[in-house]
């Protein structure tokens, strides 16, 4: 933190007041103090601040970040400026960014705003349990994938079984009785691995 020596230019008479104040100080704390030592009046829609010939100053970034430096003439704008060149700042997607930053943001404008920061990482989590879930997903549906093809020949196979073995059962009760019972155990078999919950 260092102190920093800035010009304020009124908004509509064009005064200039030099203040000296903490660079870790906010655009909106900024605002506030100009408006408590009567500078300014209060504006029902806000006022936003911008660097002479420069870029409009986010609301929660400190002059320290907006890279601020000494002497230099900060506009004070009203937010609802004749001519719409200033609009107030919107709100976004991203928490403590700008509409005006997002359009076209950099990870310096995330790497200021600790809500965009906290924001990524929840999204970061939230897209990691997603991954984790639906790849556990897809690891069940092979399993059972697995079990239904071979569920499939097993039934295949069984039919062919129970066919020979129906043939066999007309000429020798004997050897048909064994392959009958062949072919309905592959069909139990079968019908288990249909309907049985595969282990992840």
Known sequence: MADLNVNFLHPTDGRTVSVTLDDAITVMEAINELIQSSFIVANRNGYNLALKGGKLLLYNESFANAGIKDNDIIR?????????????????????????????????????????????????????????????????????????????LLLLVSQVILSIGANLLTSNNWVALPVLIAGGVQAILAVFLTFRKPKN
């Open 76 to 152: 004070i704008i009203p937010a609802t400026e004749a001519g719409g060149e200033l609009e107030a700042i919107k709100p976004s997607a991203i928490p403590g960014l700008s509409k005006k930053v997002t359009d076209n943001f950099t990870i310096q404008d995330v790497q200021k705003s600790p809500e965009a920061i906290i924001m990524i990482v929840n999204l970061y989590d939230d897209l990691q349990a997603r991954y984790e879930r639906q790849t556990k997903e897809l690891e069940y549906e092979k399993l059972k994938s697995n079990d239904r093809l071979v569920a499939t």
